[in-house]
């Protein structure tokens, strides 16, 4: 969703939430039940940017629709509890029927919405390791949340390892797997006619990310990620990150910049023997925060985040 919107909702204004030391909790309860709460209040909107893909804020994650004369396909699906509303700015988008959803990575704010989707008449794809997650229990430490299995409609039925290429609305819609990076499911979504490029968590455009070790994320992977999308895509490429505004090559630039420096430097004082407490008060990220540091995660939590995969 939007900062505003979020930070509204939330009352999110100083600390970051993700666990750990303890006084980086803004709230005593997990940030996922905030988040869940916030996607409820939140209204959502649309960014329409071009060949009939539009981008839908205002459910966790942000969501890709691509509308045309064979119907609509969805990248992620949000948070369940936004359904009605997601529902409305579909069908403000196209009256055709949904056809085809892709989903990016497993966490909650881009695929707890499977359900609903798929009983609208969905299809799911996803890289297989997102469907074994969405199957299984998993326990993320650091949101101190166990999430439970999906019910057996949200959970993907076209699956892939390395790349996927999918003919729709005329055209040729290319998924690729990125390795282990945010998580260890996580994929990029390519429309190449409309040169669109959907990247979901390796990107959160103005902010730091979340790096989930409890489901096979790594800061080096993100920093792969990173430095792969900056390749992969042109000058004129449109990019839906996770989180954030609509971005383009140079704001991907500037993320992966941020992501290498603050791991140099967290990684060299890690390499010298400094202790966790010791590198935070460092503040090995204090040259972006003013930038990167004004939503859910600050600087001192990921600083933390970093260390922990440096």
Same mark, same amino acid.
């Given at each position: 969703?939007?900062?505003?919107?979020? /930070?509204?909702?939330?009352?999110?204004?100083?600390?970051?939430?993700? @666990?750990?030391?303890? %006084?980086? =909790?803004?709230?005593?309860?997990?940030?996922?039940?905030?988040?869940?709460?916030?996607?409820?209040?939140?209204? !959502?909107?649309?960014?329409? #940017?071009?060949?009939?893909?539009?981008?839908? %804020?205002?459910?966790?994650?942000?969501?890709?629709?691509?509308?045309?004369?064979?119907?609509? /396909?969805?990248?992620?699906?949000?948070?369940?509890?936004?359904?009605?509303?997601?529902?409305? @700015?579909?069908? %403000? #988008?196209?009256?055709? $029927?949904?056809?085809?959803?892709?989903?990016?990575?497993?966490?909650?704010?881009? %695929?707890?919405?499977?359900?609903?989707?798929?009983?609208?008449?969905?299809?799911?794809?996803?890289?297989?390791?997102?469907?074994?997650?969405?199957?299984?229990?998993?326990? !993320?430490?650091?949101?101190?949340?166990?999430?439970?299995?999906? *019910?057996?409609?949200?959970? *993907?039925?076209?699956? =892939?390892?390395?790349?996927?290429? /999918?003919?729709?609305?005329?055209? &040729?819609?290319?998924?690729?797997?990125?390795? $282990?990076?945010?998580? &260890?499911?996580?994929?990029?979504?390519? =429309?190449?006619?409309?040169?669109?490029?959907? !990247?979901?968590?390796? +990107?959160?455009?103005?902010?730091?990310?979340?790096?989930?070790?409890?489901?096979?994320?790594?800061?080096?992977?993100?920093?792969?990620?990173?430095?792969?999308?900056?390749?992969?895509?042109?000058?004129?490429?449109?990019?839906?990150?996770?989180?954030? $505004?609509?971005?383009?090559?140079?704001?991907?630039?500037?993320?992966?910049?941020?992501?290498?420096?603050?791991?140099?430097?967290? @990684?060299?004082?890690?390499?010298?023997?400094?202790?966790?407490?010791?590198?935070?008060?460092?503040? $090995?990220?204090?040259?972006?925060? *003013?930038?990167?540091?004004? +939503?859910?995660?600050?600087?001192?939590?990921?600083?933390? #985040?970093?260390?922990?995969?440096?």
């Amino acid at each position: 969703m939007t900062r505003r919107n979020f /930070l509204a909702a939330t009352g999110i204004l100083t600390a970051g939430i993700i @666990a750990f030391p303890r %006084e980086l =909790f803004a709230h005593n309860t997990s940030p996922v039940i905030t988040i869940k709460n916030a996607a409820g209040k939140s209204p !959502v909107s649309i960014t329409k #940017l071009k060949g009939g893909i539009s981008m839908i %804020e205002g459910s966790g994650g942000n969501i890709g629709v691509f509308a045309g004369s064979n119907g609509k /396909l969805m990248v992620d699906a949000g948070i369940e509890v936004s359904k009605d509303k997601i529902r409305k @700015a579909m069908a %403000e #988008l196209s009256s055709k $029927p949904l056809k085809y959803l892709i989903n990016t990575h497993w966490h909650f704010d881009h %695929e707890s919405g499977n359900s609903w989707v798929h009983q609208d008449g969905a299809t799911i794809i996803a890289q297989e390791k997102s469907k074994a997650n969405l199957m299984k229990t998993i326990r !993320v430490e650091d949101w101190d949340y166990t999430f439970k299995p999906l *019910p057996q409609g949200g959970i *993907p039925t076209i699956l =892939f390892k390395d790349e996927h290429h /999918l003919k729709f609305n005329n055209e &040729d819609i290319l998924m690729n797997y990125y390795g $282990p990076a945010h998580t &260890d499911c996580d994929i990029s979504v390519y =429309f190449p006619h409309a040169d669109v490029i959907h !990247v979901a968590d390796t +990107f959160w455009n103005g902010y730091y990310p979340f790096i989930d070790y409890s489901s096979g994320g790594t800061i080096k992977g993100t920093i792969a990620a990173a430095v792969s999308n900056v390749k992969k895509i042109g000058s004129k490429t449109i990019v839906i990150p996770g989180h954030g $505004p609509v971005g383009d090559r140079e704001q991907l630039i500037q993320f992966s910049d941020m992501l290498q420096e603050v791991y140099h430097k967290v @990684a060299t004082l890690k390499a010298q023997g400094k202790s966790l407490k010791e590198v935070v008060a460092s503040k $090995p990220t204090s040259r972006y925060d *003013p930038k990167f540091g004004n +939503f859910v995660i600050k600087g001192d939590t990921f600083a933390y #985040l970093v260390y922990k995969g440096a």
